[in-house]
């Protein structure tokens, strides 16, 4: 065997540690975030993934970066966990308590990152970035479950009713409803509820 033979699983095994020691050190961002609602120091995360401060480092340019892996990394847990479900063959009713039911479940898993992230997007843009590509991905989904009553309006309509069911189901929404008003899961859900279910009707209504 040759010494490039030899290298070459070297090579593959240091590989294989940085890339573990990286998604130690973030899954430690991850979690400190979600358990106290707040931003870590380094030392605090070095110490949950235990690590050196410095290793930090070696593996993460900065905090803006750490902070970036540490929201794509929740980001792939919501893929895997609120699967968008086909719900072109559902009737109204049905479909916007399913949608209502998966935002609540989805913003109570995603609250204490958003919140620390929406705080901390001045000092860290990347922050501002993802916060803005989750957004979108808000508005698409909306406009995907309720594209059948998009569909048919003017285009003035259309955006107008869009942004109104972007806004009643928004992750803002949410947090007014369960904080503010101190409403329940449950209760909250059932706000989104029926906020979405009376535009899609003053929609109709408006337009008849």
């Known amino acids: ?3 490039t033979d030899n290298a070459q699983p070297e090579t593959d095994g240091r590989r294989v540690r940085s890339e573990r020691s990286r998604a130690m050190i973030a899954r430690a961002m991850l979690d400190l975030v979600r358990e106290t609602r707040a931003m870590p120091t380094m030392d605090t995360v070095a110490d949950r993934a235990n690590v050196s401060r410095r290793s930090v480092f070696r593996h993460y340019t900065d905090t803006s970066e750490l902070l970036s892996a ?11 966990h609120f699967k968008p479900r086909d719900m072109s063959d559902w009737v109204e009713p049905e479909r916007v308590r399913a949608f209502a039911q998966r935002a609540g479940r ?4 995603v609250t204490a990152v958003r919140g ?10 990347i922050l501002d970035t993802l916060l803005r590509e989750d957004d979108a991905t808000h508005r698409s989904f909306v406009t995907a479950v309720f594209g059948y009553a998009l569909d048919p309006l003017e285009k003035a309509e259309s955006d107008l009713l869009l942004s ?6 928004a992750w803002t929404t949410w947090r007014g409803l369960r904080q503010d008003q101190r409403l329940t ?3 909250a859900r059932r706000v989104v509820e029926h906020s979405l279910l009376a535009l ?6 408006s337009k008849g």
């Open 106 to 109: 989805l913003y109570e898993y």
């Open 200 to 205: 899609l009707a003053f929609s109709r209504k």
């Open 164 to 169: 109104a069911l972007i806004s009643a189901s």
């Open 185 to 187: 899961v449950l209760e």
């Open 1 to 3: 065997m040759t010494t």
């Open 70 to 80: 540490a929201f794509e990394m929740q980001r792939v847990e919501i893929f895997s």
């Open 116 to 125: 620390v992230a929406i705080h901390a997007r001045n000092d860290h843009p």
